[in-house]
């Protein structure tokens, strides 16, 4: 154990201390950061693996009648696709990779509340996810009974075989994974915080990621009871969703002896319906601190933004039914309008990130456009999620394209666009090194036009009856040409990710300092080094607002009207485009005196032109082109 | 600590609302429960750091036993506290342990027993139980730094 003590003005981070090396170091770490880059790179991986999936899906769909695949290993396909990218890619990342990495930073600690804890989460969720790709290698094939296993599909007399009970295995594993993060994340916010950062100093990422962590808690427990209760079911001769088997010698069904396959959905749904914005939330928090750094402004409407997360939060666990609706067995009108409801705080977010952006001098940098990609495609699944909202609507396009289109554009929107804006915003500061701006746009563009192409298509074969998780379909009813379309299109979003390997190739190789705060930006992390040194901080500057690095950084123009700014000497007036005469690099010069920050300093200078004269956060692409070689941080890109 | 326990008690009243109209309308179990243990899930811990709210503001339960002793707010709570305010220890943090990898890999082999057989549920089970007197052991020692 190692006491943490923070003396006076100075913080707790020191050089590592010496242990293990190599392998061992990583197996023995519990670093929240070298934690939270392996669940990005991880979860990362994940992410490729299931696009390829998701390819095969595309390719056997463009003729009614494909070969490419055969039936079943389309089920294969669809479910493991779909299992990956929920489960395995899209929560993880956020809540296990960018939450772990950066919610400490932001809030100031040293390292998350449970370290070893931590870490075991890492190890449980990567031993699920090769659990669940393990399902590959065994006879039968991996799991084939979709994301969401409904019962009585999923119970042994329909889909036997070992891939679906690692498939179950592998979930109760990420389960608890996700309920220890979650319990860390907790921890850490409300324990951990630097001294000055109150709840309402700190930024919406973290509120996000708290309101996320509870969602986690109240969610996954029902999941592993679920799954428990499903392995019961298949293994355990229990009856709790199976409906076969329980009738009378006289042949009509006894109640008593029958379970429910509903009830699967009402406790699967439970988890599910929460588990979307599990999987939603951290990437509005994301955008949320990405757009006012790329804006030059505070961001619009604070308060209202955590009020507005906890209320989709609140939300969003009384809406599970509305899964439901073609059962008949559930409340319409309930599950209708709490689900309509949600609609209201969501336009609140959208109103207050447009307000964000409203006036502000915008600047086009790669993590800015992934934000905006994101503002367009969840405004348009959110959207047609208003229109599933509405049961005789529901009752139309339930099971159809339309749906699959929907979630795409809402999952796709948050965890792809602004999950990787996330990531290219947040890549400088774990690498200390840059990404490439121009490759970085090219995938952007090139992800844009694909998920467009991609999904839009798919509204309207859904339109068209077209049922999802059908490997063919009938020649004769106009669908094939949208399914083409949208193959195009997938394609065009494989292509933008073959784009940010190469971009990830390009830093690994020619590596461009980042210096500590390359894009101007707000909140803590971006106060210490990149990467940061272990526990993190050498130096916390005085935290008066949820901006304390610009604080730090403008000091005559401090965030003057954001909540709980308290200056009591602050100079009035704001550095507008015309500037105010700050020194280039300000974040660097003379106020990290000393041998440690005095490299820090020239570091950033070349990256973090905060106060120059056009207001643009530095030339963060192209900084000079000095090309350093060997930045800070020296180990190379995923 | 309010802000905290305003925000977990806020969860559980919210959720004991949702729980009694969704049982008045529904009239559905299993939905019902669920909501049930979300309300608690807010109630429970958000009593608990309202319960040291009161504290540092000098009482010794929640509303009544006055006591002289006043603690005050922490540093991260007061909107006008220094980096000085903090000084002191902020936790203790342990250094690379191997612990969590053992757990983690009897973890995973206990599970892949239900799958490919018992015997897997052997190796599983000794590696949590090795981790788990391990952790606690280097949690006494202090393990590696």
Known sequence: MTDVIAPPAV????EEEHGPSGLMKWITTTDHKVIGLSYIITSVVLFYIAGLLAMGIRVQLITPSGTFISFQQFNELFSMHGSIMLYLFAGPFAFGGLANYIVPLQVGAPDMAFPRLNALSYWLYLGGSIMMLMGFAVAGGAANFGWVAYAPLSTSTYTPGAGQDLWVMALVLTGFSAIFTGVNLVGTIFY???????????????????????????????????????FADRHFGTKIYEVVGCHMASGA???????????????????????????????????????????????????????????????????????????????????????????????????NWIGTMWRGQIVYKTPFLFCF????????????????????????????????????QVLFGSAVFAGFGGFYFWFPKMFGRMLNDRLGKVHFWLLFVGFWLTFMPQYIVGLRGMPRRVASYPA??????????????????????????????????????????????HTLEWFTTSPPPHHNYMHLPMIRSERPTWDYNHPTSPSIGVHGARYATATPGRDGPSGNGHPPGGNGSGVHAGEASASRAEGASGGSGGGDAGGQPGAAGEPGGSGEPGGPGGEGAP | MRTE??????????????????????????????????????????????????????????????????????????????????????????????????????AFALLLSFVFGLWLAMVGGSLILTSLVGVTAESRRGGHH
């Open chain 1, 373 to 408: 990609g994101f503002l367009l495609g969840f405004l348009m699944g959110g959207v047609t999620g208003v229109i599933l909202a509405a049961p005789p609507l529901d009752f139309f396009v339930h099971t159809t394209y339309f749906v699959v289109a929907h979630f795409h």
């Open chain 1, 253 to 351: 069904p006894d109640a008593h002896a029958c379970g429910s396959s509903v009830l699967w959905q009402n406790l699967f749904w439970f988890f599910g319906h929460p588990e979307v914005y599990i999987l939603a939330l951290p990437y509005f928090g994301m955008v949320t601190t990405i757009l006012p750094v790329f804006s030059r402004k505070p961001v619009f409407g604070y308060k209202t933004l955590v009020f507005a997360t906890m209320a989709i939060a609140a939300l969003s666990t009384g809406v599970w039914a509305h899964h439901m609706f073609t059962t008949g067995t559930v409340l319409l009108p309930f599950f209708s309008l709490m689900t309509l409801l949600i609609a209201v705080p969501t336009g609140i977010k959208f109103f």
């Open chain 1, 192 to 230: 951990l915080r630097a001294p000055g950062m109150t709840m309402f100093r700190m930024p919406i990422f973290t509120w996000n990621m708290l309101v996320t962590a509870i969602l986690i808690l109240i969610a996954f427990p029902v999941l592993t009871a679920a799954l428990v209760m499903l």
């Open chain 1, 11 to 14: 913080a707790h981070a020191h």
């Open chain 2, 5 to 106: 326990s305003r925000f977990l008690i806020g969860v559980g009243a919210f959720f004991g609302v949702i729980a009694i109209s969704y049982w008045f309308t529904a009239y559905e179990d299993g939905g019902t429960m669920m909501l049930v243990g979300v309300t608690a899930l807010g109630f429970l811990p958000g009593s608990y750091y309202y319960f040291w709210h009161r504290r540092f503001r000098g009482y010794k339960y929640f509303f009544w036993g006055r006591t002289e002793r006043v603690v005050g707010t922490r540093p991260e709570d007061r909107s006008d506290a220094t980096i000085e305010d903090g000084a002191g220890v902020v936790s203790s943090f342990p250094g690379s342990s191997v612990w969590p990898f053992i757990l983690g890999s009897g």
């Open chain 1, 476 to 521: 004769d009813l106009g669908w094939q040409s949208w399914n083409i379309a949208s193959t195009i299109g997938a394609f065009l979003i494989a292509a933008s990710f073959a784009v940010m390997l190469v971009n990830l190739w390009v830093s690994w190789r020619y590596p461009v300092s980042a210096g500590d705060n390359p894009w101007d930006a």
